[in-house]
């Protein structure tokens, strides 16, 4: 999978998003793709693209700026006017993200972490629709849906790849319904000893989304986290105005 990242903003440089993207590509390879046994490359891309002769053979309409299978666009913050973002496809129905500066400064998140996170998950889940069955995390009794991010339970948690800050992401057991004796749920588990971070559960900053069917329309899908946890609420609050971003295509959605 190649992810194009757009560089939409008005105070971010090409050259700061290049170094980012170099780092994130490291971590795609080296720490994600050996637990996942899937993953992406990211690129740069300019964003006001001419379309090939071949987009323009099949009447391809070409949003500026894709060039790969995916596209994350970087800008300093969202804009009712640009409809387009407000979706799981984009003008030619390829998978999309976004990061929006001002967000990352509200909620708490440095620019290059909301990166690294929103690449992950867009490689976990492309058109942002998978759901995994669970416990309800406010009552273990009962199964829910949870969403198939892989970056949202650890959030609050980053760490460094040649100086540049990346996202903790999730690891396959996180999504299992047991405990697996010396296991790690979590990339960063291997240097936290005795902390490991159970199935469907979140990490200090952390939130999730997840899916009850049981609960009237318009509030099926719910957010979850420590409510004294203020690093967590204010990112979810973020996330929940930003109508842009996967949680909040979720919310304004069901």
């Known amino acids: 999978m190649l992810i194009s990242v757009v560089n939409r903003s008005l105070h971010l440089s090409d050259g700061e998003l290049q170094n980012a ?45 894709r060039r790969g299978d995916a596209v994350i666009y970087v800008q300093d913050k969202p804009t009712m006017s640009a409809t387009e973002g407000y979706h799981d496809g984009n003008n030619d129905d390829v998978p999309f993200g976004f990061v929006f500066l001002d967000v990352c400064t509200t909620g708490a998140d440095s620019w290059t972490v ?24 406010t009552d273990h ?17 980053c760490y460094e790849i040649e100086g540049v800050n990346v996202q903790n992401f999730l690891l396959p057991g996180w999504f299992a319904r047991k405990v697996v004796e010396g296991g790690r749920n979590d990339f960063l588990g291997r240097v936290q000893p005795g902390a ?8 200090a900053g952390g939130y999730l989304m997840y899916w009850d069917d049981a609960k009237p329309e318009g509030r099926k ?5 420590d409510t004294g946890d203020g690093m967590a609420g204010r990112k979810v609050e973020a996330k929940m105005a930003a109508k842009g ?4 295509r979720r919310c304004h959605h069901g």
């Open 21 to 65: 993207v170099r780092a994130i590509n490291r971590q795609l390879e080296e720490d994600f793709f050996p637990h996942w046994q899937f993953g992406a490359r990211l690129r740069v891309d300019s964003a006001g693209r001419v379309p090939s002769q071949r987009e323009r053979k099949v009447d391809l309409p070409v949003l500026p700026g």
């Open 114 to 137: 909301a990166l690294s996170h929103e690449a992950i998950e867009l490689v976990g889940d492309p058109l942002n629709n998978l759901l995994v069955q669970g416990p309800d995390p």
């Open 141 to 157: 009794r009962r199964l829910v849906f949870h969403q198939f991010e892989l970056c949202d339970a650890v959030s609050g948690e």
């Open 196 to 203: 490991s971070l159970a199935p469907f559960s979140i990490a």
């Open 221 to 225: 899908w719910t957010p979850h986290y």
């Open 245 to 248: 971003s996967r949680l909040g």
